[in-house]
């Protein structure tokens, strides 16, 4: 035993893969070491943005750091994933998307083509967002300390209504409203890594949803909660939603589309399509009442024209209300068309690494 | 010759480190392959900051992303650097640094109690400076694909004051304020980085210095520009803003402070201590008939307390207008013990790569 190091280094915990999978292990790492020293109210609300007062504003403010590889894939690239994932953040929030950075990572030998293909994609998916990129920085690291070109993109909205959007104004007898079929950005980026073939090529569901929101805004709709299916896919935010919410929702697995390539690139792969990362897809919590009015206008936009009901939020199981320390949590239970129902439990550990 | 590739790669322009350095080869990669995609009002201003009206409010955003190179240095860490550069470049704006955001890239294998240490000297700073880390995000990249721990810290500033502060407010007999010695930030982490060892150690001058920004607007001293002297320190920073200003400057540099360590290592590694990076070191233009009151309120702020006159701002070299198209240019220039005369240009290439 070596005297210098009394505690043998296998102790000292290193981070993984699985700690950026947006799951069980993403949670863990930030319970135990970074929200301790960040306790604040934004913070413990846990959301993608923070909503905050500025003057006699309300601000919400995103940030996200797309690490995807490849750059390039069917459906979209590195450049319109960083504007849609902090457009779509700010969204989900039920703030109308303003401004945006853009902080590039770039590695030495990278093309600087490719960062000009890049930033042109950036700058159409912001044109076609309506925001404006105002602000940047740019960094350059050794050949080998990165991988081409990371992004990170920070977002700014301006919350025009006074609708609280959340986990805690989810209701029971809510429905929850899916904005169309699932997997389909994950699979297209593993397809691509993999180098495997479908007859079908699969692309990237990657696309703006603030466009859906605001229509569901602007016809009245009661949103209670949003939220894009991105890392950890379907499954995660609804664990995390039932958790948030401190309810029980059921889930009609028949109900939730996944196209044919998908399904079978899932298959191939052994991969499970609801917990597959989307780019484009958003579930939307909204009152009984309202469901068909909201699938109506969700129906009218391209993004969420095939929404669905695929579930609906039950009652508040005894104890399991948000920050109750009984330890009961409100659950996602998905039902199968034999009738069987599971638990859908958060992403565990990584799936798809670098998935955006 | 392969006709397969009829343009020889050779020939493909490739990202290099010096275009990480701040200087010109930063400025040129932008203006060739960033800029033209995101053409609009804030990104033609060229500041560090975009200053955007948000309903009746006038808000400044920012953002910058951080690789420094040791992540521990004598004198800070990213942690703080990534605090305290954010803030910063809010402060230059003369805005109230009010909320950051907190993005990390994790390369797999990073010591989950090094990202603990860090995280926590994110929280110390940013309670120094009364400022909220709101929102974030976690990614995490395979081994060798990063370099132990990125950070991007996006910035949200209040303008509570109407006083523009900017080049274009630079006037003819303004006087340039220095607020302390040069040199220490870039020399600190080259001598750590180097495993150099002198008689007294290099510490990083790294600080906040929106106290020092606040004392002088809520003095009355009607600032016309300000800016830290990070990547390309002070030379850059000088011959940016002359540019930006279309004026000459003249200064003095027996009056730029540089300590006998840093003037020692400079001299080791052949650096010029005019292009090292500081991270808590500003300059201010400010009215001449303001200078001595400016002088005393920032000699009262321990950040800023060896604050000195290095120069002034001359005449407006006919056709040197900013946005004119004559190619004249407003110009820097140095002048030494002996009155020799030199321009200062932009910092060319990299001098020290991943200080910030």
Redesign the interface.
């Known amino acids: 035993m070596n005297i210098d190091c009394p505690i043998p280094l296998a102790t000292?915990?290193?981070?993984?893969?699985?700690?950026?999978s947006g799951g069980e292990m993403?949670q863990k790492?930030?319970r135990?070491?970074?929200f301790p020293?960040?306790d604040?109210e934004?913070?413990r609300q846990g959301?993608?943005?923070?909503t905050?007062p500025?003057?006699?504003?309300r601000?919400v403010?995103?940030?996200?750091?797309?690490?995807v590889s490849p750059l390039f894939f069917p459906g979209g690239d590195i450049g319109k994933l960083a504007v849609c994932g902090t457009v779509n953040d700010l969204a989900m929030s039920g703030a109308m998307p303003?401004?945006l950075?853009?902080?590039?990572?770039?590695?030495?030998?990278?093309?600087?083509?490719t960062?000009?293909r890049v930033?042109?994609s950036?700058?159409e998916t912001a044109a076609e967002a309506g925001v404006?990129?105002?602000?940047?920085?740019?960094?350059?690291?050794?050949r080998?300390?990165?991988?081409g070109l990371?992004i990170?993109t920070?977002g700014?909205g301006?919350l025009s209504h006074s609708l609280p959007v959340g986990p805690q104004q989810i209701q029971a007898g809510d429905l929850i409203l899916l904005s169309g079929d699932i997997g389909r950005h994950g699979m297209a980026i593993m397809a691509r890594r993999e180098g495997l073939e479908f007859d079908s090529p699969l692309h990237s569901d990657c696309a703006l949803l603030h466009g859906a929101i605001g229509a569901l805004l602007d016809a009245g709709i009661a949103v209670h909660c949003l939220r894009d299916l991105t890392r950890g896919g379907l499954a995660t935010a609804l664990a995390e939603l039932a958790e948030g919410a401190g309810k029980d929702f059921l889930v009609q697995e028949p109900e939730i589309p996944v196209s044919g390539p998908v399904q079978g690139a899932c298959e191939l792969l052994g991969l499970d399509p609801l917990y597959v990362a989307n780019e484009g897809r958003f579930i939307a919590f909204v009152p009984a009442h309202q469901a068909q009015h909201a699938l109506a206008v969700m129906a009218a936009i391209r993004v969420s024209s095939d929404s669905k009901v695929i579930g609906v939020v039950g009652d508040t199981p005894p104890g399991s209300e948000p920050g109750s320390q009984t330890g009961v949590r409100g659950r996602a239970v998905l039902k199968n068309t034999l009738g069987c129902e599971r638990l859908l439990d958060r992403l565990p550990g990584e799936q798809l690494?670098?998935i955006c």
Not at 54 to 57: A, K, M, V
Not at 101 to 113: D, W, Y
Not at 144 to 147: L, Q, S, V
Request: proline share 2%.
């Open positions: 000292e915990e290193l981070v993984r893969l699985g700690h950026g993403t790492l930030l135990e070491h970074v020293h960040l604040n934004w913070i959301h993608d943005s923070a905050l500025l003057g006699s504003e601000v403010f995103t940030t996200d750091s797309f690490v303003l401004y950075s853009c902080s590039l990572i770039l590695e030495e030998g990278l093309p600087v083509k960062l000009g930033m042109q950036m700058a404006k990129l105002v602000t940047g920085d740019t960094k350059v690291v050794e080998g300390r990165g991988d990371y990170n920070a700014i301006a690494p670098r």
